[in-house]
């Protein structure tokens, strides 16, 4: 029998457990929340707070009994504390000019965890995995974001194929979100100007703890904010023009008034993304007023510590606002810093003297900031060429503007099962040195027969989860036609090669370029010796109609008999689907219009997880790819026609498809084994692993970006 006190306790510490996302990234921890309630767990959307709040002490103390939970309770309550109180850590070592003051990273979206809707795609899981890797290395880290009520949206996939969004409203008694205290020990209410004659939109506080490090949330939905003011914390990339230029000074703005409220004094102001780039404004003006300074000057130290990152190619990426939406909203902070109208308007302008220009947060940024990079190497090059009009008087090599290439988060993208095979076979503490070469070598030892039966779960999982979706997307009214479902459900095989292939529906993208040549594809698909399998998962912009039709394209050729059920679209893709396909596929597939990909992290969770790219050669792959660890389309070469291009690309998808990637997985030895496939499987990890992760990437931003920023000290922009 267990105690009151020690019932207590149990629940205590179940709770501090699941109010620390550390839990996010440790299977072990998710294990026992699972256990407690596997039905409640996933009613509860993975959400470990909702959970407990809806289990009463005496189930909780019955079930940790019976499953004998306690112990492993205990042993995961004790590695939070030791985690929290490490103090043998990368940055303690390696970047003490950073320990004093911490990196604020501001991003308008953040992808923690499913259970945590702030985010839509990449860019927001890469803030999600950037702030994990920084609290693993023990750098001191401080996220700022919004707090959406209504998140991005779910999706779901009607009759007729199109996509619907529904909204679900963020509750803060069930989420590992705390009202923020101020420097005066009181819970903390920002005010943000906006307008003129002393308007504000105000806005609370929150606090999430990640691990070591935290993330501070705004939040508009206050009494004292009039509907249009709340509206601005409604939707993550929702709303018009005038909600987006309210949010982007909520976000910037009013994430440094916040930080100082919370007495948090950074050293360094990394901006992910232009749309918090109003912060260096806000950061001049506060040292304007302190110490008298001019704006001249101001801003000569305030960019000392910028840090700007710039992740699209893409000309819509880029947030421009009109002159006049500008000067209605910032005529406040722009009296403040003593600047005109037109002078204000020339920090967002390349060319300050064209009054038509329109203001270009991406400009403003690239202008504030000490140090600017791009998110690959070739992403770098393209980026430098995009701007060069910046810097007019420079070649277009020597634009500053540098890359550090994006990662992911290992121990948040690595299955269970592959952690178990690594601690096997990669070095000892292999999870701390995951930067290092020499970490990855053991993937060499692992035995065929052990790396193919991990495939094999993870494939089954994977095929499993597809199921027990079109089972539910079937049930839905006036969604997946039941036939369908129950065709796709059946002929769905973990024994067939399976390509995935999920991400954001946006047009650059071309999810539907491998449907191009649909007989070739069906032949392919259907082939009864060497059959493959397709699982497409991703949402579309509620406004990009474009994206919508290629959703809508993929639903109808799922229902196509001729397809014979072996091609998939799952709905409301987030992180959980993504975890699933992630983990549990052969091969990814990557088709952007190069060079529109800026770097792209998917197919970096995949070669993790021994799955492999099958890829153009953009973004990061280009980078990686030596030809054997991997599978190229194309040779990187841009036609001007982007019809042309297409045709070829899909073109070369097809023969590598059919002439390589089948035959490859499907030649199996005397024992049944795919020898040369698994080959090029240890090969992808052993070339890939240590440098594509976010471990590896924010190293490499201490050392390039954030050391000199925070005057440790100071280099040249090194742009390779
Ligand atoms: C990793 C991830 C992405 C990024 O996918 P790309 O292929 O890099 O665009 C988008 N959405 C989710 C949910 C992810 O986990």
């Known amino acids: 029998m267990i105690t009151r006190d020690e019932a207590k ?43 407990l709040r809806s289990m009463s002490d005496a189930l909780i103390i019955e079930r940790s009994h019976d499953l004998e939970l306690n112990a492993r309770i205990e042993g995961a309550y004790r590695s939070l504390e030791t985690y929290l109180t490490d103090t043998r850590t990368w940055a303690i070592a390696h970047a003490g000019a950073l320990l004093a003051r911490p990196v604020a990273y501001f ?30 290395l023990g750098l001191p880290l401080v996220g700022v974001s919004l707090l959406y009520r209504e998140g991005y949206f779910r999706q779901w996939i009607d009759r007729s194929g199109y996509q619907r969004e529904t909204y679900a409203n963020f509750d803060s008694a069930v989420q590992p979100v705390r009202e923020a205290i101020g420097k005066d020990g009181r819970k903390v209410t920002i005010e943000v100007p906006v307008g003129s004659n002393g308007s504000v939109i105000r806005a609370r506080v929150w606090r999430v703890d990640v691990g070591r490090a935290s993330l501070v949330l705004l939040d508009p939905h206050v009494p004292e904010n009039d509907e249009r003011d709340r509206a601005v914390g409604t939707r993550l990339y ?10 982007e000074i909520l976000l910037g703005v009013g994430g ?4 100082k409220a919370l007495g948090i004094v950074p050293g360094v102001v990394h901006l992910n993304e232009g749309h918090s780039a109003f912060a260096v404004l806000e950061l001049a003006r506060q040292r304007m007023h302190e110490d008298g300074m001019s704006f001249a000057d101001a801003m000569r130290e305030v960019r000392q510590k910028v840090v700007f990152t710039t992740h699209t190619p893409v000309e819509a990426g880029h947030d421009r606002f009109e002159p006049d939406q500008v000067e209605a909203h910032l005529v406040g902070l722009r009296e403040s810093l003593g600047l005109s109208r037109e002078g204000f308007m020339s920090l967002g302008r390349v060319n300050p003297q064209d009054a038509g220009e329109p203001f270009c947060m991406t400009v403003l940024a690239l202008k504030c900031a000490t140090k600017s990079n791009g998110v690959s190497a070739l992403h770098g090059r393209v980026t430098r060429r995009m701007w060069h009009s910046l810097w007019p008087h420079h070649g277009e090599q020597e634009v500053p503007i540098g890359h550090v290439t994006n990662g992911v988060h290992v121990p948040t993208w690595l299955a269970p ?4 095979l690594y601690d ?8 701390v040195h995951l930067a290092h070469p020499e970490t990855w070598m053991g993937i060499d030892e692992v035995p065929d027969i052990e790396l193919w039966g991990t495939l094999q779960i993870l494939k089954s999982k994977l095929v499993r989860f597809v199921r027990r979706r079109l089972v539910q997307q079937g049930e839905h009214a006036d969604g997946l036609d039941p036939d369908v479902a129950t065709m796709v459900a059946d002929a769905f095989d973990p024994n067939v090669l399976t390509i995935g292939f999920a991400r954001r529906f946006a047009q650059y993208k071309r999810a539907t370029l491998i449907l191009r040549d649909r007989e070739r594809l069906k032949r392919i698909l259907t082939n009864s010796s060497r059959p493959v399998q397709i699982i497409f998962a991703g949402k579309a912009h509620p406004h990009d109609e474009i994206g919508k039709g290629l959703i809508r394209e993929i639903r109808h050729a799922m229902s196509d008999p001729a397809f014979q059920g072996r091609l998939a679209f799952i709905d409301d893709f987030d992180i959980n689907v993504a975890r699933h396909l992630v983990q549990g596929v052969d091969v990814w597939l990557n088709t952007p219009t190069r060079p529109l990909e800026a770097s792209g992290t998917s197919g970096q969770k995949v070669l993790l997880n021994g799955g492999r790219n099958f890829s153009i050669l953009d973004g990061w792959f280009p980078e990686g790819y030596d030809g054997q660890n991997g599978f190229a389309i194309g040779s990187g070469e841009v036609h001007v026609s982007s019809q042309v291009q297409e045709e070829r690309d899909a073109a070369d998808l097809m023969r590598v498809l059919e002439e390589e990637i089948v035959p490859l997985f499907y030649e199996r030895d005397s024992w049944g084994l795919p020898v040369r496939w698994l080959a090029r499987v240890k090969r992808a990890v052993r070339t890939l692993g240590w440098r594509f992760n976010t471990d590896r990437m924010v190293m490499d931003y201490v050392t390039h970006c954030y050391l000199p920023a925070a005057g440790a000290w100071s280099c040249e922009v090194d742009p390779h």
Not at 15 to 20: T, V
Not at 111 to 131: N, R
């Open 9 to 51: 306790l149990l629940r205590l510490k179940l709770e501090r457990l699941s109010q620390n996302l550390w839990w996010a990234w440790h299977p072990e921890v998710i294990q026992v929340f699972r256990q407690l309630d596997p039905d409640l767990w996933r009613r509860c959307d993975h959400n470990p707070v909702a959970m």
């Open 107 to 136: 991003s308008a979206e953040f992808g923690l965890h499913e259970s945590l809707p702030l985010y839509s795609g990449g860019l927001g899981v890469l803030a999600g995995d950037h702030i994990k890797s920084a609290s693993d």
């Open 238 to 247: 929702g709303g018009d023009r005038e909600t987006r230029i309210r949010q």
């Open 256 to 259: 440094v008034i916040a930080l």
């Open 417 to 420: 099962e592959m952690r178990v």
């Open 424 to 431: 096997r076979h990669l070095r000892a503490n292999w999870p």
